[in-house]
């Protein structure tokens, strides 16, 4: 019995290693793009059950596990590489200077989490120059009424289908324009904001909808407002930053699709996971809530907050404007750029 239920878990990590790799946007398939890490750790340790001798002989099948798993474990230890801080930095760390840089603290409250205080507590500690949370109702727009004496700026779209947004911030917004780009019940924001030394940068704070059962079968929705929002910061002429969740992470395809085209700068690249979700399950954890910036920036921090009563740990980043541009941005191929456009016109289209 032991064997059979090896070699059926054997089995089933390995399609779930590559399955990934199929271009389909259906949400069972999605979906292992996700736990990678873990994926890797229990690779290993059947991979360590298979080669131990005193379980199972050296035999022929045993080596051919064995020999799978390795190259399981190998290809899944070069995807999360990058997210180590022995990887190649994206995107050089500078000292954090007030006057040419920004403070952004980006979180997915969780619509019913009731926590306020916790969340005001964070804010009031941190002391950010922008807010952006989503997931937020009524309730928890009356909830965060006490940070408003410290942040002028407002912008308040409150929802009850959980893609409510609510942006707080200290600077002046030049430019604000809400955006409603794949679903019409799922709004997002453009934002030219100016730092304090007089100069713009664009901000576009997003929360597309996810690939899960009930809600959306596919992630064609997802991929094309991710893919449509790196398009737009690729045209633009001002320093940007794309923030927000996406409901993706770090290393799936559509995430890499859209360093490509956006030629945007991931900060985890050579630094570390910084896991937001899931807040209350350790071992499930992966980076799904983001800050890319254009190669515009420089780091001069990025930091995971303790939970908030949230699903979702919040995040937050300084970015500094510099004159160098140091920053690896990563570029598409045609192939690539014609396979953006394609997710771009699916979720347009509502195509199935």
Known sequence: MGLYILRFFSAFFILATFFPLIKLDFWWVRIFDYPRLQKLLIT???????????????????????????TCAIYLANK?????????????????????????????????????????????????????FVETDKAWEKGLSEIEKDYPTQIKLPMDNTYGLLLYSKLEIQ?????????????????????????????????????????????TD??????????KSK??????????????VAWSYTTELFLKNSEMADPRRGRGLFNTFHAKVPFFRWPLDHIFLSEHFGLGGIKVHKGIGSDHFPISIKAVLTKRND????????????????????GLNDED
């Open 327 to 346: 920053t690896d941005t990563m570029k598409a191929n045609g192939d690539e750029k014609e396979e953006a456009r394609e997710k771009i016109s699916r």
């Open 222 to 231: 997802r991929d094309a407002e991710i893919l449509l929002v790196g398009k």
């Open 235 to 248: 045209e633009n002429h001002l320093p940007s930053l794309v923030i927000g969740d996406l409901n993706d």
């Open 44 to 70: 290993l340790c059947l991979l360590a059950v298979w080669i131990y001798p005193y379980t199972f002989p050296l035999d022929t099948e045993s080596i051919i596990w064995s020999v799978l798993l390795l």
């Open 175 to 219: 430019r604000k324009a809400i955006n409603y780009l794949i679903d019409e019940e799922i709004p997002s924001l453009e934002l030219d904001i100016k730092l304090r030394n007089g100069e713009l940068i664009t901000i576009y704070a997003i929360h597309p909808t996810p690939p899960v059962p009930g809600e959306n079968e596919k992630s």
């Open 80 to 132: 999360v590489w990058p997210f180590t801080p022995w990887a190649k930095k994206m995107i050089d760390s500078v000292p954090y200077v007030e006057n040419n840089g920004i403070h952004i603290l980006v979180g997915n409250v969780y619509q019913y989490n009731q926590n306020y205080h916790k969340a005001v507590s964070l804010v009031q500690r941190t002391s950010p120059d922008l807010i952006f």
